[in-house]
């Protein structure tokens, strides 16, 4: 193990309660670098109107911290909620980063939503394409792309020191794990993910990009390891591959889609732009029928 896996960065995470959503900001100390994880553009879904009051959040953090962002990285192409990536890099700098498995995903909405022919599905709309064991720099930090498909094809998480971000791979203990009923999801493939994640040290921190506390209980989005493998509901040590993918499977058969999946996936693929504005100078969405 390297010097820089055995750091402690320090980790900020603010929680949207319209998404369930948590944004991280992971750092070394005020004034170093840092990089900005899974944020979050607020939007209406009965207006369709957007707004910025979940990434003037992060923002109002990074500046009275004085960090410099590097990097503003996604987990995946979010279904449950939209991207403020673009709106972040304008204000604060930073690079956009996403798994290279985002193609694929493309691939396939593209299809879905009969979206323009320009729109390209070589990922060139992110700044840079993370490949499995990539490894990069957060000023003096060092983070390591880890794929965990299963939930989508391009989910990855990201490892800092002892610090694993998770995205929807998995959740907290009492909650479980993400479905995989998108397309392209596979619950023998999450397994595998989850295992993976779970093969790291037990003190290993996981921050995870949602919570959905059952009552009684409050809003918590770190972990580690070790908890995880003792009590996580869906995986815990001593579940079998073939024991979870026939609860997932029939699990998620019992699942609506999330109520923002139409709009956040349209954003989310472009990361995080709007689509092209047409003749009278308007934006739109697609909302195809019958189709999920």
């Not at 957007?50 to 960090?67: C, G, M, N, P």
């Not at 490949?131 to 299963?150: H, Q």
């Not at 995205?167 to 909650?175: K, S």
């Not at 999450?190 to 295992?195: A, E, H, K, T």
Request: with cysteine.
């Amino acid at each position: 193990m390297t010097t820089a896996e055995h750091t402690a960065p320090q980790v900020h995470g603010l929680f949207d309660p319209a998404t369930w959503t948590v944004t991280y900001v992971v750092h070394a100390g005020p004034g170093s670098t840092c990089a900005i994880i899974d944020s979050v553009l607020d939007y209406d879904p009965k207006s369709g109107r957007t707004s910025h009051a979940s990434a003037d959040q992060v923002i109002d953090y990074v500046r009275k911290l004085d960090l410099k962002v590097a990097w503003i990285l996604e987990t995946h192409a979010h279904a449950d909620h939209l991207t403020a990536a673009p709106y972040l890099k304008a204000q604060l700098g930073g690079r956009i980063g996403i798994g290279h498995r985002i193609q694929t995903v493309q691939k396939v909405f593209k299809g879905l939503f009969n979206l323009e022919a320009g729109f390209a599905e070589d990922g060139s709309q992110f700044d840079h394409l993370f490949e499995d064991g990539e490894s990069f720099a957060i000023g003096t930090l060092t983070g390591e792309v880890m794929a965990v498909p299963g939930h989508t094809p391009a989910c990855v998480a990201y490892r800092v020191g002892d610090a694993v971000f998770t995205g929807d791979t998995i959740f907290m203990p009492d909650v479980g794990t993400a479905r995989c009923d998108f397309p392209g999801g596979d619950a023998r493939t999450l397994y595998r993910s989850v295992r993976r994640l779970l093969a790291l040290p037990d003190t290993t921190r996981l921050f995870l990009c949602h919570d959905y506390p059952p009552a009684g209980r409050t809003v918590n989005f770190e972990t580690t390891v070790a908890e995880q493998r003792a009590k996580n509901i869906h995986v815990h040590d001593g579940v079998s591959e073939a024991d979870f993918v026939s609860m997932r499977t029939q699990r998620d058969a019992t699942l609506a889609m999330p109520t923002l999946i139409l709009p956040a996936v349209q954003l989310n693929i472009r990361a995080g732009e709007m689509p092209p504005t047409e003749d009278n100078g308007v934006a739109y969405l697609k909302i195809p029928l019958n189709a999920l």
